[in-house]
């Protein structure tokens, strides 16, 4: 390989709906990734599954209930949980959303964007640091997507997810279409925020699609459109770092042949923003 190549890699979430066709497909799918709340109270034979599956293909868990974004310290039983089933795992690396969960001692039962300020910050800062002591290393922190501008923010989004980056020395899951969801719900420029973003600390990116219905909803049961892909180009053509593209789909599931369009498609889509930093560079 020569010394402009970059080890982009493309996969898909692990879901069980999908699981018969990306175990026949393991040639065409470089990575996986589990969703590791799944997993928090299954039985052992299930957390043993997802172990071999671990040895087969490379394997990421991803984190949807610790509330790190927050004021609020993050559960310990919850930290505890995922220490152990990143122990008993080993996956390559895990995740968790720059969002809060649960306030005022209640379960909202959703993945809310905090407000954008310096308190926000200083709270995920303090339970990073929290979930690195208890896991053994720090999560990816993901950008969410959200249908209300968060109350009280004094930052906008790109500015304040640089300042968490900056503040807490972590790497970024960029998922792309809730950068597109919020842009076309707030009505700023999706490609001009992606800019602003410390795109040399992406390590991840998600890819999924949502619908329109008066406002764009990040439902993940639709294809990734072409808005998404456009925004990919950006990134691989912004960056030298190998990154490594999910396709996340959570129902309406069509056939796995279609899917695997969708991972080819974003093969080619990373090759398209290489070739185009390799032409900035000459």
């Known amino acids: 390989m020569g010394a402009t190549d970059v080890m982009d890699r493309v996969g898909l979430g692990w879901r069980p709906d999908l699981a018969a066709g990306i175990l026949l497909h393991l040639d065409r799918i470089d990575v996986v990734e589990a969703i590791a709340d799944d997993y928090f109270e299954a039985s052992r034979a299930g957390v043993r599954a997802l172990a071999t599956l671990a040895k087969q293909v490379p394997l990421m868990l991803h984190g949807v209930g610790l509330g790190l974004a927050s004021t609020i310290p993050v559960h310990e039983d919850r930290l505890d949980a995922m220490g152990r089933i990143v122990e ?4 390559e690396c895990w995740s968790e959303h720059l969002a809060f969960v649960r306030a005022g001692g209640r379960e909202i039962g959703h993945l809310a964007a905090p407000p954008r300020t310096r308190a926000t910050i200083e709270g995920a800062a303090e339970n990073v ?4 002591r208890v896991v053994g290393a720090a999560p990816l922190l993901e950008n969410v997507a959200t249908l209300i501008d968060p109350p009280g923010s ?10 968490v980056v900056h503040a807490l020395d972590v790497d970024l899951l960029l998922d792309l279409h809730n950068l597109h969801a919020n842009a076309v719900n707030f009505g700023f420029d999706g490609r ?4 602003r973003l410390p795109l040399d600390r992406v390590a991840v990116v998600h890819l999924a699609g ?9 439902d ?5 459109p072409d808005a998404v892909f456009d925004l990919l180009v950006d990134v ?5 770092r190998p990154l490594t593209v999910i396709v996340e789909r959570d129902g309406n599931y069509p056939p796995i042949e279609h899917l695997l369009d969708e991972l080819d498609r974003a093969r080619a889509t990373l090759a398209l923003g290489r070739a185009r930093r390799l032409t900035s560079a000459a």
Do not use: K
């Open 154 to 163: 004094d930052q906008d989004e790109p500015t304040w997810i640089a300042e």
């Open 220 to 224: 993940h049961r639709h294809d990734v």
């Open 236 to 240: 691989a053509s912004s960056t030298s």
């Open 129 to 132: 640091m929290r979930a690195r």
């Open 88 to 91: 008993r795992v080993q996956p």
């Open 192 to 195: 001009a925020a992606l800019a």
């Open 210 to 218: 949502g619908q329109f219905i008066g406002r764009w909803l990040d």
